[in-house]
């Protein structure tokens, strides 16, 4: 899973926890792509490595659309399958 990320801190945890609830989670790798944000969910996107809840977060070298975003991600990914997520999704909960 591919989270691509600027200026998500409100919905990062969010989008993030909804992706720990599924049963396949342990199987996943989750990347955290940031998009060079300035809210400060880049910090946070590394403190979510650091306590285990996201596989590897990395800051691209300059703004994107989405488009051009996704191609910058592939390399740091090892599986076989690349499945990407604007920041705000939650995966199979249903918001209040």
Sequence with gaps: MVILNYNGAKWLERC???????????????????????????RLAE????????????????????????TAVPKPAIGEYLFFLNNDTCVGTRLP
């Design 16 to 42: 993030l926890a909804s992706l720990q609830e599924q049963t396949i989670f342990n199987r996943i790798e989750v990347i955290v792509a940031d998009n060079l944000s300035t809210d400060g969910s880049d």
């Design 47 to 70: 403190k979510l490595v650091r306590d285990g809840r996201t596989d590897v977060s990395f800051r691209m070298a300059r703004t994107s659309v989405f488009a051009k975003a996704i």
